[in-house]
């Protein structure tokens, strides 16, 4: 699917439109969904990330231009940017392309293939005689005390509808003759009772290795003539709202933050409609009665399907058929430290620098060396940043486990973790009720850097022995099953001592003096990644070997595009590995001409960051928790820190190396697959890492 773009003047550097890249992104998850080595329910999963997707984007992204097309025109210009009229109206092209592909994927692959697999998704109109009498048994049993229908008539002056949630719109139409009906024609509105239900999705009764399922809105579909037996014509369509998700409050603590964050949660819910999807057969008479009472604009119409909330796929029902799913590859013991919980991380720690790969090895280790701190009795102090907290956190858990053994924790609670704040705050007060040191974010910045330092008191005199775990990912059990980062265990002092020193900023919010290891936002990672940038383009003007390699999730910043083009006129080349996000335009005459850029999807999320730069032969290797955007380098605290030790260094730029060859699931800026000629074999850069990671014997440095 290639990328649409909006282009710069001529006089000034390509640059691609944000808003459109992230689209293009989206399409490479529905290129997953449309690729038939993956397997059959995976491809479901990947229609149901594509959805999610895409609520997310028009709540937070799509309402946000919405609100700054509505600013005045001089506010506008002083923002800069693209006019966001005519991004709206690119983007919503876009979108309708891309939805009109999804709808062809289902319908046209996905489901003739599940059929073959013995797997019918069946209709109303589907049913055979037995299958509609069990339907409405069900029904009756299972479904029908919980539909709550309105009525949208005079009586009713406004109509709510939750976000993300899907509503049935219901026309009744033609009275039975001898029976009152009020009206000749009447519209309803009731929500899918999918939470009380239990789910999405209806399991038929299985004939031999023949399966079947039903959408639970086909399910009241098929018995919604019980309903309303005064009518001869039941009508029904879906609609689904989505809000606004942006949280209407000033990055500073000024007042109480925490009860800010709470009120806005609760606004999130009544949030401004950024969109409404809607049934394109629904009558337009009911399509109008909505409108009319939830207030919809027509700009806020956006044209679905039969059916909304596709990442209600993501429960889609498997029936036994593990061939039809990923192979399993659990999480596999680390080669350096100990797999047993009687051997002490600390000590292993302590020996030397450990690097651990999630999904790949188990996030295990890092609940691991909580509790085990927790429990030490010469473990003093423990300090950790929180971005996204499990709502069954085992890491929270274990935390308050320290606290109740006398530890002082201090714990950094990122209240402004978008989506995720709710779960923030609970874990926050459980804590600060336990006795811990909490701290509410800082004034005007997100806490985006993922640390954990733990203090412990050593030898006959005591003294503080400092042991830090740094990570490209976040302290979440959860989505360390998904999503492929990088942390780094180590006793290092030249690392822990910068370590403390931005707790010491969390604590105090004095500004810290500039960092020699570790590179921090806001203070100094632009500078010094610009310098370690001008470096490279003072090699290449001098004919010495000069390269720079990115992993990101995004690169957005206009200042760092512009300095890798500077690079690039330098001759110095540049490979770029952006999973998400980028406004970069590689391969340009007289701009990018040395850039080249490609990303994968695949069955993990690439989340992790890593920075490489040749530095004249004595090669630089950071890995971090900062994408290159201006709200990571200017407006977070981020943390990019380097791999001293050598054996991690090699086994990060190896991994690396995997990524840069794949030519199984790497696209390219314009989203064409990278694949292998016939001279090349191929590469499979996530199979390959979990292969490497397993065949590692454990050693020692």
Known sequence: MPHTSITAPASSPLLQNRELSWLAFNARVLQEAQTPTVPLLERLKFLAIFSSNLDEYFKVRVATLRRLRNLKKKTRAKLGGDDPGVQLEQILAEVKRQQEAFGETFREQLLPELQQRGIHLLADRDLSN????????????????????????????????????????????????????????????????????????????????????????????????????????????????????????????????????????QKRETGYPARLLYDPTMPKAVLRAVMQKTGIGQEELVEGSRYHNFRDFFGFPGFGLKELEYEPQPALPHPTLPRTKTESLLDAIGQHDHLVHFPYQSFEYVTRLIKEAGKDPKVTDIHITLYRVGSKSEVAKALLKAVKNSKHVTVVVELKARFDEESNIQWAEKLEQAGATVIYGVPELKVHAKLLLVTRREGLEEQPQRYAYLSTGNFNESTSAVYADHGLFTADERLTREVARIFEFFLTRKPPKPFEHLMVAPFELRQRLNALIDSEIDNAINGREAYIILKLNALQDDGMIHKLYEASRAGVRVELLIRGISCLVPGQKGQSETITQRGIVDRYLEHARVYVFANGGQEKVYIASSDWMARNLDRRVEVAFPLYDEAVRAEVRHLLDLQREDNTKSRDWQNQFLREGAEQKPVHAQKATYEYLRKKKRSQH
């Open 130 to 265: 037995a299958q509609r009498e069990w339907v409405q048994q069900y029904f009756r049993e299972r479904v029908q005390d919980h539909l709550s229908p309105m009525v949208l008539d005079d009586n009713l002056h406004h109509l709510f509808l939750k976000d993300q949630t899907v509503y049935l719109t219901v026309l009744l139409t033609d009275p039975v003759k001898g029976k009152k009906a009020t009206d000749e024609e009447r519209v309803l509105v009731l929500e899918l009772p999918t939470k009380r239900h239990g789910g999405r999705f209806v399991e038929l009764p299985s004939q031999g290795d023949q399966h079947y399922v039903m959408f639970l809105d086909d399910v009241i579909r098929c018995c919604a003539a019980e309903l309303f037996p005064k009518y001869q014509s039941v009508q029904v369509n879906s609609i689904k709202m989505s809000r606004d998700a942006e949280l209407d409050i000033q990055e500073e603590v000024s007042g109480n933050l925490l009860a800010k964050i709470k009120s806005s949660l």
